[in-house]
């Protein structure tokens, strides 16, 4: 058995490990990196990177299906499966590329392979052939696709997200289970290049929504669009040759069997931090099996260890990864002189078109504790000037904010490129502008940014008449 003695000890070397080893190192500590899998991040192997580039290949498949309005017609489109895939491994490949080489840079002497679990609080075995023994550790081991018992060992029609970019073609019929974000992701951007989509949810839930208004009008949207069965139970499902035979019960109990290539489980993520032997670690751990942890120091509890990235699932994305690594790092490297890091304003897309975002405090979280004691504005998109221009006015967006102190607190919305829209509206969150402020900024014309300054209006309204229920349709019509 070979042995190791280092200042620091990082699990994991996606972006999180990474992140802390850097972090580490710059503060001057012997550091290893363990990793049992692949390098490469799982954001740009089977995450962020190879998923947005079929998304991207969707929508340029619904562009030229969906000119017509315009007076633009494409002639017949065809998409060719296997080309579309070969670009989005091609284009992964790439990313994952730049991401060994960052890896290459480290020192050899400071990378590990195998598969790490605690034996004590400061050792660590890694596979049968080394013990770390480390003053301080850093977990940043990630998070695996949800399996479902309903679902286990029934043959090879059954996938999660990180075998899809290893498909060489796309399939011709696929059931998602779960309408979280990686659920309507691939599902519409499947459905899209031309494969039979059929979407089930267990509840009411889509994606990250949980203002009531918002979601009701993202159930509308998507369901113009996708064949979504909420309210659904999963029974069972069989392999029967090339298919698999689904059995999904509906709301009233209904069982009902249907076949697809593909049953895509799409059911949420568990941080991986059940077979790492933190049982003898003394670390106190929540109902999830989870350490403890201060989110912004990433300390678990007064120990040397510390966890970062969707292993201790604060905000499972890529940006929070970095920064937890950053922060976990910076402190393992100068334990135990520990500080709090630099933590930024929640901000969330799901890049469904439209697209899906929140940011700041959520509704649910300003609801909790009863009584509602924020004011609400909205903009509906179905009316939006520049939104209509383009064909894309659906959705909405609800902004909230604090009476008396008339504070931006944040906002939830479905709507057209709202990807840029929730990042303007963070930075004003993150400056902790007020309503009257963010109004005072530019809003060029025409652009969809000024369905937020209805929607802000709308808020500065409520803020002054101290009422919380007011729900304006949109009133410029881009005159
Ligand atoms: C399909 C999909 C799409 C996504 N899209 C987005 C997006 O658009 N935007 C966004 O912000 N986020 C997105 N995410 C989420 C984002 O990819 C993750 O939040 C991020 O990659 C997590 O980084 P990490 O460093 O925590 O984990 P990882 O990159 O998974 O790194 C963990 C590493 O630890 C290793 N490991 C685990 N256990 C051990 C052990 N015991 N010993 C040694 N090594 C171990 C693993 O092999 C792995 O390499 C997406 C995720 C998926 C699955
Ligand atoms: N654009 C992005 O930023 C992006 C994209 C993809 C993934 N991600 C990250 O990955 C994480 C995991 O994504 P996800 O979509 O797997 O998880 P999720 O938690 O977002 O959604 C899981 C969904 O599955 C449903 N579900 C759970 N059990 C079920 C069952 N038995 N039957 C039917 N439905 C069931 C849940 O109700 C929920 O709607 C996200 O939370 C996010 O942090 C981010």
């Not at 991401?99 to 609080?121: Q, W, Y």
């Not at 403890?292 to 890529?318: K, V, Y």
């Amino acid at each position: 058995m070979k042995k190791l003695d280092v200042d620091v000890a990082i699990i994991g070397t996606g972006t999180a490990g990474m992140t802390a080893y850097r972090a580490a190192k710059a503060q001057g500590a012997r550091t290893v990196v363990i990793e049992s899998g692949v390098y490469g991040t799982t954001c740009a192997r089977v995450g962020c990177m190879p998923s947005k580039l079929l998304i991207a290949a969707a929508e340029s498949a619904h562009a030229m299906q969906h000119s017509a309005p315009f007076g633009v017609h494409a002639g017949e489109v065809r998409i060719d499966g296997p080309a579309v895939m070969e670009r989005v491994r091609r284009e992964r490949d790439r990313f994952v590329g730049f991401v060994l080489e960052s890896v290459e840079s480290f020192d050899e002497a400071d990378k590990l392979r195998g598969h790490a679990r605690f034996t004590s609080p400061h050792t660590l075995l890694v596979d049968d052939h080394t013990e770390v023994t480390a003053a301080r550790i850093v977990i940043a081991t990630g998070s695996t696709p949800l399996r479902l018992p309903a679902l286990e060992n029934v043959g090879p029609g059954i996938a999660t997200s990180d075998d899809v970019f290893y498909w060489d073609d796309l399939p011709k019929s696929v059931a998602v289970i779960g309408t979280g974000v990686i659920g309507l992701e691939l599902g519409q951007a499947l459905h899209r290049l031309g494969v039979r989509v059929k979407l089930f949810a267990r509840g009411g839930s889509i994606a990250h929504i949980s203002d009531p208004e918002v979601l009701r009008a993202a159930g509308r949207v998507l369901n113009e669009e996708l064949d979504i069965q909420f309210q659904s139970k999963d029974i069972g499902a069989v392999q029967e040759g090339e298919e698999v035979a689904l059995t999904v019960a509906d709301a009233l109990g209904k069982e009902q069997t249907e076949r697809f290539q593909y049953v895509l489980m799409a059911a949420g993520r568990t941080p991986n931090v059940h077979d790492i032997g933190l049982e003898h670690t003394g670390l106190e751990r929540s109902e999830d099996g989870i350490p403890l942890f201060d989110a912004r120091t990433m300390q678990c509890g007064n120990s040397h260890i510390f966890i970062a990235g969707d292993a201790n699932n604060e905000r499972p994305l890529l940006h929070d990864a970095a920064d937890h690594g950053k922060i976990a790092g910076d402190n393992a490297g100068r334990y135990p002189d520990v500080r709090p890091g630099l933590r930024r304003t929640p901000i969330a897309v799901a890049f469904t078109e439209p697209n899906i975002a929140t940011l700041g405090a959520s509704y649910k979280s300003l609801v909790e504790g009863g009584k509602r004691k924020f004011a609400v504005g909205s903009v509906s998109f179905a009316n939006q000037g520049r939104s209509r221009v383009m064909l894309q006015n659906k959705g909405m967006l609800r902004v909230y904010a604090e009476f008396g102190s008339r504070r931006f607190l944040g906002a939830e919305m479905i709507a057209p490129r709202a990807e840029h829209l929730a990042h303007t509206l963070s930075w004003a969150c993150q400056m902790r502008m007020t309503v009257d402020q963010m109004l005072e900024m530019p809003f060029y014309h025409p652009v969809i940014e000024e369905g937020v300054r209805t929607a802000l209006r709308d808020l500065a309204q409520c803020l002054t008449k101290g009422e919380s229920d007011v729900d304006a349709a949109d009133t410029e019509p881009g005159t």
